[in-house]
Nanobody, 113 residues
Framework: VQLQASGGGLVQAGGSLRLSCAVS????????VAWYRRAPGKERESVAF???????NYADFAKGRFTISRDNVKNMTYLQMNNLKPEDTAVYLC????????WGQGTQVTVSS
């Protein structure tokens, strides 16, 4: 199983980014998928989760600003991030949680003030 995240970059506060994650080697449509982030000096934390069917859920800091989605035909998941803040600066990782959890390598998001 491989997860390849992309779409990170440098953005000013208030800006937007859309992260993408391509998943291969897995029956993606039957799996939940999630985004985590790891900020410098902080613990890794959950950002958003979307089950194989059903409603997504979000960390409190992401509610109203971030949207997770999935395309089961393309085996992709996306994280649309709006109104970004400097504290959103982190490496963002896509994840297939489960009995065996698979992690992508992450994409860097840097938000300048």
């Amino acid at each position: 199983v491989q997860l390849q995240a992309s779409g990170g970059g440098l953005v000013q506060a208030g800006g937007s980014l859309r992260l993408s994650c391509a998943v291969s080697g897995s029956d993606f449509s039957r799996k939940a998928v999630a985004w985590y982030r790891r900020a410098p000096g902080k613990e890794r934390e959950s950002v958003a989760f979307i089950p194989r069917d059903g409603r997504p859920n979000y960390a409190d800091f992401a509610k109203g600003r971030f949207t997770i989605s999935r395309d089961n035909v393309k085996n992709m998941t996306y994280l649309q991030m709006n109104n970004l803040k400097p504290e959103d600066t982190a490496v963002y990782l896509c994840v297939l949680p489960g009995h065996t959890t698979y992690w992508g390598q992450g994409t860097q998001v840097t938000v300048s003030s």
